[in-house]
């Protein structure tokens, strides 16, 4: 067996206890006290220098020894707004729960930062560790960017991994990541339709919000069904719609919002010009006003560097052997705010399977009763500590 993975196996009640607290603690966006005051006093204890460079944004170095590279780990380790129901003797009972799996984040990142400090000698470089607020309201990766995470020293690539439950693919151990696109941009929209009321019985007399609002949002389809090329994926989703309060009145206005998830910016920039123009056109055609917002909170895609994301797959054998899988199609249509990283250095995410629906694990992210296979966590912190002693020695 790999030597990082049997130390960072022998590591494992202790990457538990950490866990075990950081999903108690819960707690969402930048409310994160508890986590972080432990995330703070464990790397201390290593011997490392945490800095809390934003609210509940800390970064530590490791390595550093000899010259050479920077490499980012990242963890993000902020819960959802959510009750907990799990069953689990150390859930949460604050009304925010873990279930996208970030308290695993956060103690593999801890478990990689004691395994590098062990092996300090062997880094030909420097490891960057990174544990980020608010990933799920998408603020948190960019606020530390500004802060400066990326630079002194400088970052020259990044690493991420994200763990997954629920589905075939969650073989305990098993790295998976893309050559390319990773997890899709999300962009938020809201349509505003005004036209103008009166009676249910004389729509003649009206200019009929709700009729031109459906009429956007059906030809909007079109964008995806006729426009996006094939080889292309794009979703454009309504997911809320409000107009009108009883049967025999014609509202002045409606309404509706909705998700457009591409997978490159040039993709991003097309649907969202097109479902502006389209909702736009054709509510005029039906003698209404629209206007159609698109929240400035969206996240471009998150792309793996291709290079890097070839370099790095013997690293990974040597980790998990045949239990790894790569290929061209994202990972996921979700979206992850690594995206800022990825924009800005090379960058790979990968997700780490915790358990299948054949062993029990049934519940996929974000569902409150959520459960992962601690067993994983081991082989995050080897995959993390294996990636980095080899790309520092590659990139002298
Ligand atoms: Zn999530
Ligand atoms: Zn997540």
């Not at 609002?213 to 006729?226: D, E, K, V, W």
């Not at 206005?253 to 997978?263: V, Y």
Request: overall charge negative; hydrophobic content about 35%; some cysteine.
């Amino acid at each position: 067996m790999n030597k990082y993975l049997e130390e960072a196996k022998a590591m494992l009640p202790h990457l538990q206890e950490m866990q075990q607290q950081i999903h108690q603690f819960g707690g969402i966006r930048y409310d994160l006290r508890p986590s972080a005051d432990l995330i703070i006093r464990e790397l201390k204890e290593i011997g490392l220098e945490p800095q809390e460079i934003i609210d509940c944004g800390i970064v530590a170095t490791v390595g550093g020894k000899k010259p050479g590279k920077t490499v980012l780990l990242r963890a993000d380790y902020d819960a959802l707004p959510q009750d907990e129901i799990t069953g689990l003797p150390y859930a949460a009972t604050n009304g925010t729960c873990h279930s996208c799996g970030h308290d695993y984040h956060a103690a593999m990142l801890l478990g990689t930062a004691r395994l590098l400090k062990a092996h300090e000698d062997e880094l030909e470089g420097t490891v960057k560790l990174m544990f980020q607020p608010d990933e799920e309201f998408t603020t948190g990766a960019k606020n530390m960017i500004a802060a400066g995470v990326l630079e002194n020293p400088k970052v020259d690539a990044s690493f991420a991994i994200h763990i997954e439950a629920g589905t075939e693919r969650d073989t305990v151990g098993k790295v998976i990541w893309s050559q390319g696109a990773s997890y899709s941009a999300a962009d938020r929209f809201f349509i505003k339709v005004k036209g103008r009321g009166g009676h249910g019985s004389t729509p003649h007399n009206t200019l009929d919000p709700i009729t031109a609002l459906c009429n956007a949002i059906t030809t909007s389809q079109h964008i995806i069904s006729m426009e996006v090329p094939a080889k292309e994926r794009a979703v454009i989703t309504i997911g809320q719609i409000e107009g009108g309060t009883v049967a025999n009145i014609i509202p002045d206005t409606a309404g509706a919002s909705g998700t457009i998830r591409t997978f490159s910016n040039e993709m991003r920039a097309f649907c969202r010009d097109r479902l502006i123009e389209i909702c736009e056109t054709t509510c005029k055609a039906l003698r209404c006003e629209c206007e159609v917002e698109i929240s400035p909170d969206g996240v471009p895609p998150v792309i793996n560097n291709v290079e890097l994301a070839r370099e790095i797959q013997p690293w990974i054998e040597e980790i998990c052997g045949d239990n790894h899988y790569t290929a061209a199609e994202p990972l996921s249509f979700g979206s992850e705010d690594y995206s800022w990283i990825s924009e800005s250095v090379p960058a790979v995410i990968m997700t780490l399977g915790a358990g299948t629906p054949e062993n029990g694990y049934i519940h996929g992210a974000h569902n409150p009763a959520i459960h992962f296979d601690p067993e994983c966590m081991p082989y995050g912190v080897a995959t993390f500590t294996n990636l980095c002693v080899n790309y520092l020695k590659n990139h002298k």
